[in-house]
């Protein structure tokens, strides 16, 4: 399969004793007795209408319609849930090979293959902290939020001085050791010309065909750790710890679970802002649905700090600390 070249569908289907056909011709395909027949109202399938393309991973019965990635496919075979489907798949596969795969199919089947989380490049204009010839604002401005210089040159942040991006710090994010995200956070802040404005100013700018809310900030450093601390944003995480992985945002998305599913993590703790936790009218809060995504793979602790303050507001010995006493009381 090209999608991940390290699973063999037609040695998955032999090791189950899975009669297929292999049909070779633009593109190789395979076609199964459909698992799912029975299931949409159908007798079962005798005469091999489910077909799988071998390339992508996806499948579709021409019988009962059922489609899906090949992740849905094994769930249907071996009626299992989701994410012990997946599992089945680690170790075959990276964490970007999959998080690629999943966005690829939950838009598209049997169509033109697109990356949804690919390498991409730095922004033009990027200076990183390394080729700076003398202290500026982007260093008056880590220091400001209590980030050490050496934090940055460590995980190859930048900046850039002038362009579209310009007055902005550039934060870099990994998958595999692949630059797959950055965020650009304005120094300026309140200073900026533009500050209050919506339609005019963003304090924080992304790059475009690539959403913040598919990847986590600090996910190839904490992926080794037990525990995972998950915050919003990555200033939070510099002063979590290691073991911290930032959300982009106070709402945590199914594929960001799905990323965590592939850490060594067994606990989870959560550590958004104190708004967070706050209901809306009608909705739960943010801070509880990312719990119930969580709740299914991992135990999970809530940390909740005093309200007017996140974790990027404290040090990291004092939140160090903080973690700690909630933990030991919980």
């Known amino acids: ?24 011709g633009d593109h190789l395909e395979y076609s199964i007795c459909c698992p799912d027949c029975e299931n949409n109202g159908k007798t079962k399938d005798e005469e091999f209408k489910a077909w799988i393309n071998a390339e992508t991973g ?18 249907k075979i071996e009626h299992i849930p989701k994410m012990t489907a997946i599992k089945k798949l680690l170790g075959k596969i990276s964490s970007l090979e999959y998080l690629s795969y999943q966005l690829y199919n939950d838009s598209y089947f049997f169509d033109e293959e697109e990356d949804f989380i690919r390498e991409i490049s730095l922004p033009y204009g990027f200076v990183g902290f390394d080729e700076a010839k003398k202290r500026n604002i982007f260093h008056e401005y880590l220091l400001k939020r209590g980030i050490s210089i050496k934090y940055a040159l460590k995980n190859e942040w930048g ?8 007055n902005r710090i550039i934060v870099p994010m990994f998958i595999d050791n692949k630059l797959v995200f ?40 904490a992926k080794n750790f037990d525990e995972i601390i998950l915050v919003e944003g990555f200033v939070d995480a510099v002063k979590a710890g290691k073991n911290s992985v930032a959300a982009n945002g106070k709402n945590l998305h199914s594929k960001q679970v799905e990323l965590l ?47 007017g303050r996140d974790a990027g507001s404290y040090n990291h010995n004092s939140l160090q600390r903080i973690i700690a006493n909630r933990l030991k009381n919980q």
């Open 159 to 166: 900046f850039c001085k002038t362009g579209y991006l310009a």
């Open 261 to 307: 599913t592939q850490t060594k993590a067994k606990k989870i703790i959560l550590l958004f802002d104190p708004d967070a936790f706050e209901n809306g009218r009608k909705n739960k809060s943010s801070a509880q649905k990312a719990k119930d995504q969580l709740e299914s793979f991992f135990d999970v602790a809530e940390i909740r700090l005093p309200r």
């Open 58 to 75: 996806s499948y579709c019965c021409y019988r009962c319609d059922s489609s899906g990635s090949i992740v849905r496919l094994i769930q």
């Open 182 to 221: 950055w965020q650009a956070r304005d120094v300026l802040e309140e200073k900026h010309p533009n500050w209050g404005n919506k339609k005019l100013y963003k304090k924080t700018l992304n790059p475009q065909g690539v959403s913040a809310r598919h990847v986590l900030y600090n996910y190839d450093v």
């Open 1 to 24: 399969m090209k999608k991940f070249p390290n699973f063999d569908l037609e040695e998955y289907l032999n090791n189950l004793n899975i009669f297929f056909r292999k049909h070779e």
